[in-house]
């Protein structure tokens, strides 16, 4: 299997910033054929929301509420980060790291971490 562990959640204050890493370890033949990585996250009482997403060849993609907020990044097929600048109270939410193995059209986890908490203060 593949276990994903994510670091770097903590408390801010509103207009701060924050960075998320995530690697990826467990089965190596399962992590080679990892071709996108991502974060997810959830507020409490609203619906998980694909934050953003990066694949193999570099190609990102990210919610609105986040764009020109988050970049994402990846660092070979084990690791990927989310700088997450200018935090707003709306970002706060459990962030979720995960990766797809599956060959889609659409990012879609395959493989979820336990999550880490953000919290942003006005």
């Known amino acids: 299997q593949v276990q994903l562990v994510e670091s770097g959640g903590g408390l801010v204050q509103e207009g701060g910033s924050l960075r998320l890493s995530c690697e990826a370890s467990g089965n190596i033949f399962k992590i080679l054929k990892i071709n996108a990585m991502g974060w997810y996250r959830q507020a409490p009482g609203k619906q998980r929301e694909l934050v953003s997403h990066?694949?193999?060849?570099?190609?990102t993609n990210y919610a609105d509420s986040v764009k020109g907020r988050f970049t994402i990044s990846r660092e070979a097929k084990k690791k990927v980060y989310l700088q997450m600048n200018s935090l707003e109270p709306g970002d706060t939410a459990v962030y979720y790291c995960?990766?797809?193995?599956?060959?889609?059209?659409?990012?879609?986890?395959?493989?979820w971490g336990q999550g880490t908490q953000v919290t942003v203060s006005s």
């Open positions: 995960t990766a797809q193995d599956k060959d889609r059209s659409w990012y879609s986890a395959d493989y």
């Open positions: 990066i694949t193999d060849g570099g190609s």
